[in-house]
T-cell receptor, first 113, second 109 residues
Framework: DQQVKQNSPSLSVQEGRISILNCDYTNSMFDYFLWYKKYPAEGPTFLISISSIKDKNEDGRFTVFLNKSAKHLSLHIVPSQPGDSAVYFCAASDTNTGNQFYFGTGTSLTVIP | DVKVTQSSRYLVKRTGEKVFLECVQDMDHENMFWYRQDPGLGLRLIYFSYDVKMKEKGDIPEGYSVSREKKERFSLILESASTNQTSMYLC????????FGEGSRLTVL
């Protein structure tokens, strides 16, 4: 069963606007979350992470929000740029019990110039 | 800079062939992983290793084996390739976040 879900397979946003990518998880023991960006024919690259002791983490144009009670996290990209067009994966881990990360199915973001 | 190197970017093999995918990391990480990525399915864990000669099955280990003889090297082996193993294979290592290689696109005919 999918423990991490990204329910929007695709998203289109105008350049300069905000992109919001969403991710839901089912395992309440997950305590470390990451976002990755992937271009075609390349490996995923790490974007930003958040641990469960925080509810927000920022890095430049990227902000991740964590709502533990709703088991939901989101990635905000402001302002969106055409180079942000890629597939975005969220991932979650229970750092107390193991090394495994569970990935969502990805959201393909298109930023329209 | 962090580096995870996968030996082959593109491979084409025939059904029944043995396939080796090799991965090397230069970060002295103990943990290494093999994932496959398929459209609509995201990244699924095949095997991981938390130390030399140690391995654990992931979510989809059937049809695969792995080898970790040295800390920096983690190999994925398809003993007898099948068409349903056509996929993008991604190696990763980690301390905290995962660092991925560029991927190996395998086509099995």
């Amino acid at each position: 069963d999918q423990q991490v879900k990204q329910n929007s397979p695709s998203l289109s946003v105008q350049e300069g606007r905000i992109s919001i990518l969403n991710c839901d998880y089912t395992n309440s023991m997950f305590d470390y979350f990451l976002w990755y960006k992937k271009y075609p024919a390349e490996g995923p690259t790490f974007l930003i992470s958040i641990s469960s002791i925080k509810d927000k983490n920022e890095d430049g144009r990227f902000t991740v929000f964590l709502n533990k009670s709703a088991k939901h996290l989101s990635l905000h990209i402001v302002p969106s740029q055409p180079g942000d067009s890629a597939v975005y994966f969220c991932a979650a881990s229970d750092t107390n019990t193991g090394n495994q990360f569970y990935f969502g199915t990805g959201t393909s973001l298109t930023v329209i110039p | 800079d962090v580096k995870v190197t996968q030996s082959s970017r593109y491979l084409v093999k025939r059904t029944g062939e043995k396939v080796f995918l090799e991965c090397v990391q230069d970060m002295d990480h103990e943990n290494m992983f093999w994932y496959r990525q398929d459209p609509g399915l995201g990244l699924r864990l095949i095997y991981f290793s938390y130390d030399v000669k140690m391995k654990e099955k992931g979510d989809i280990p059937e049809g695969y084996s792995v080898s970790r003889e040295k800390k920096e090297r983690f190999s994925l082996i398809l003993e007898s390739a099948s068409t349903n193993q056509t996929s993008m294979y991604l190696c990763a290592s980690r301390y905290w976040e995962l660092f991925f290689g560029e991927g190996s696109r395998l086509t099995v005919l």
